[in-house]
């Protein structure tokens, strides 16, 4: 038995690591704006419901660093949520920036499924210190449209990426609260890739061109938080995570550039982007309802209005000119995530959990874009755990995610889209979301 644990530990770190570090991009319909937050099956069981308060396992930690001094010893906790969006994209109108009528439908398959993983680690070094580190992707965003439909001047390919390395402390307060901090490493990506036009709808002699704007760089931040409880079966927490203020540098890869784009300096060259992802301030209360029943909320805010645009700006090329800044206008504004779920222990080996969340997305509709086309979303989830003799456990959970209707109205009144071209379309989505993890005390 010990064999087999050691063997299925093995492989789902391996697994996790390997998904982290290939490149991974997940999908922007598991959570509101471009974050993520399948970071662990135990909290995705009842919604996140009591994320910041819960005194079940390490996988807490992302929104509470306090919440380490879960460890019951050397423990290692493994998950990972396969998310499976679908999204109907309809158009009822393009046009290149001559007014020429563009057509083409969007793909079915414009978002794909995606592995999201997380390693937590605890070491407990103290009967009341514990050291943790953590492996997540807390933002992240892909869409894949090609060259051949209507809006390919606004976005053919979008990927951005943030994983996250964190190193932790976590205090017992004596027998009423924990006190906790990390401090990240983060290495993220954009790719932003679309067609260019040649003012003639795609039909000159040369027909459209092709760009590719790629990015990275490595930037830190930190966690903090603290949970208590009070009074014996009321456990409240606090975790607030910081921003993540990145400064990309890339290079711009173009093919077939029209002469009067070209004009204007559009040619490969260096480029850079100051942008930073959004801190999160999670509140969470668990209640314990008799011996077996526990009823959890969360509110948690991010602070998405430090979007206001991605703007990207170029060295000059081989030609000596600098060509315009690329813009993408977010305006976004802070949003609230509020869920509530309860979590039942049908027997000392098994647990159950259910919940209900609401996801409201940080976009303003005259804003809204084909790379962010984010609506208000919905969460019914379920979960359970099953504890093996020896102390390990295996979650599983399942999200349904139900996301408003929305439209991406982009009708040539910003002064972003003057090479972009209007674009009228609907979008319908969801998203399937499976959760699985490994929990194993040494």
């Not at 933002?139 to 996250?164: C, M, N, P």
């Not at 779920?341 to 159950?352: A, K, V």
């Not at 969340?357 to 976009?363: E, F, K, L, R, V």
Request: proline share 3%.
């Amino acid at each position: 038995m010990k064999m087999i644990k050691k063997q299925l530990l093995a492989s789902s770190i391996k697994l996790a690591l390997f998904t982290l570090g290939s490149g991974l991009t997940a999908q922007q319909a598991s959570a509101a704006g471009f974050a993520l937050n399948d970071h662990s099956a135990t909290a995705s069981g009842n919604a996140l419901a009591g994320a910041a308060a819960s005194n079940q396992d390490i996988s807490f930690s992302f929104w509470n660093p306090a919440l380490f001094s879960n460890a019951k010893g050397v423990e290692l906790y493994a998950s990972g949520a396969l998310v499976m969006p679908s999204m109907d994209v309809t158009v009822n109108s393009a046009s290149d920036p001559g007014g020429n009528t563009l057509s083409g439908k969007a793909p079915n398959d414009v978002v794909n499924p995606t592995l999201v993983p997380s390693v937590y680690f605890a070491l407990p070094v103290t009967s009341s210190t514990t050291l943790g580190a953590s492996l997540n992707v807390p933002f992240g965003l892909s869409g894949k449209y090609g060259k051949d439909w209507a809006g390919r001047y606004h976005s053919a390919e979008t990927a951005v990426q943030d994983i996250a390395l964190s190193l932790s402390l976590a205090q017992k307060l004596g027998g009423w609260g924990a006190v906790g901090a990390s401090v990240q490493v983060h290495k993220g990506s954009v790719l932003l890739a679309s067609s260019l036009t040649d003012f003639s709808g795609g039909n000159s002699s040369s027909g459209d061109g092709y760009a590719e704007l790629e990015a990275d760089d490595i930037a830190y931040a930190y966690s903090i938080g603290i949970a208590l409880e009070p009074i014996d079966g009321t456990r409240i927490g606090v975790g607030y995570r910081s921003d993540v203020e990145y400064t990309f540098e890339g290079d711009a890869d173009y093919t077939n550039v029209s002469p009067t784009l070209a004009a204007l300096g559009v040619d490969e060259a260096y480029l850079f982007d100051e942008l930073s992802f959004p801190s999160v301030l999670t509140m969470s209360l668990e209640q314990d309802l008799g011996e077996r029943l526990t009823l959890g909320a969360t509110a948690m805010k991010t602070g998405w209005g430090v979007l206001d645009e991605m703007r990207i700006a170029f060295a000059p090329g081989d030609d000596g000119i600098k060509q315009p800044d690329s813009v993408l206008t977010f305006n976004f504004e802070d949003q609230w995530f509020y869920s509530t779920g309860l979590t039942y222990e049908y027997s000392d080996q098994l647990t159950l959990r259910g919940g209900y969340a609401q996801d409201n997305s940080p976009a303003k509709e005259a804003y809204r874009s084909a790379r962010t086309p984010d609506g208000d979303r919905q969460w019914v989830s379920l979960g359970g755990s099953y504890k093996f003799a020896g102390g390990s456990e295996l979650t599983a959970a399942y999200t349904y995610v139900m996301i408003d209707d929305v439209s991406v109205v982009r009708d040539g009144s910003l002064s972003e889209d003057a090479s972009r071209g209007k674009l009228d379309a609907d979008y319908e989505t969801s998203a399937n979301v499976f959760s699985l993890a490994y929990n194993m005390s040494f």
